[in-house]
């Protein structure tokens, strides 16, 4: 299998797919509907999943599928190779106008993903990865920090998470907090240590973290469920038990640690 193809077609498709969310972007005209409370979606998030998915299975018919806009079948359980892609990551922030929105493409290959592709199409930042070869922001080597301590990390949240103050949780445990939009884009901070490390609260769908998680790994990071556990994609349930946590290892084990051991408390309440 030619990982080197299938990430440049990957990459150059989602830049055109950015194109298309740009259009409406900067217009500011387009149908903004509810799938549920909180939850909205525009006609953009649905055009760019079509270009998506036309363009990316014309070139590789013989792999799975599964996006956020897409209707799942389980068709995709019977293919080795599966797109996991979130057309915009962000459609909250892309609705309000914040350029803090992202075009997801992963790849996983048996539940692991081996290729990644995050765009920006504002900011033009273009995340990449291969399987064994490396992350890349552009055409830059991208690397997560080697902060050790909880105490001098850097953690970036979404905007939503914050208002909601669960990050009082291990606010008194970190150097500082710091707000984000798309669950992806906070990752790609994390992958070009721009950030120590992102926690969510939140359970998230495969399509907010394959092609993140891809790169992040490459970039010398980890993304986990709250209790340390890698995720395996093209599962049959696309939703998290927990939130996530992303950073290096140690990181990312000790937040683990600090988050498990907080929550004991609630299990040994009695009713």
């Not at 014309?58 to 799975?64: A, M, Q, R, Y």
């Not at 995340?127 to 070869?133: A, G, H, I, K, T």
């Not at 950030?195 to 092609?211: I, P, Q």
Request: net charge positive; aromatic share 10%; with cysteine.
């Amino acid at each position: 299998m030619n990982l080197s193809r299938i990430v440049e077609t990957a990459k150059s498709t989602a830049i055109k797919a950015g194109s298309i969310s740009l259009h409406y972007f900067h217009s500011k005209n387009f149908e903004i509907k509810e799938k549920s409370p909180n939850n909205p979606v525009t006609q953009a998030d649905f055009e760019v999943d079509a270009f998506l998915k036309k363009n990316l299975l014309k070139n590789f018919p013989d792999f799975g599928w599964l996006s956020e806009e897409t209707t799942d079948t389980k068709q995709r359980f019977e293919n080795e190779f599966v797109w996991i892609v979130d057309p915009i990551d962000g459609t909250k922030e892309f609705i309000k106008g914040i350029a803090h929105f992202t075009i997801c493409i992963g790849l996983a290959r048996n539940g692991v993903p081996i290729v990644g592709v995050i765009f920006n199409p504002v900011t033009k930042e273009l995340f990449w990865s291969l399987e064994n070869q490396g992350a890349y922001l552009n055409s830059k080597r991208i690397f997560t920090n080697k902060t050790k301590k909880l105490e001098e990390t850097e953690v970036l949240i979404s905007t939503n998470e914050f208002a909601k103050g669960t990050y009082k949780l291990f606010e008194s445990k970190v150097k500082k907090i710091t707000t984000l939009g798309s669950t992806a884009y906070k990752i790609m901070k994390i992958a070009q240590g721009t950030g120590d490390l992102t926690v969510s609260f939140n359970r998230k769908s495969e399509w907010d973290l394959c092609g993140a998680d891809a790169i992040l790994r490459e970039a010398g990071g980890i993304l986990t469920e709250h209790n340390g556990e890698k995720i395996v994609y093209n599962g049959k349930n696309v939703v998290t038990q927990t939130g996530i946590l992303a950073g290096n290892t140690v990181l990312v084990k000790k937040m683990s640690e600090l988050l498990v051991k907080a929550k004991e408390p609630e299990k040994n309440k009695l009713f």
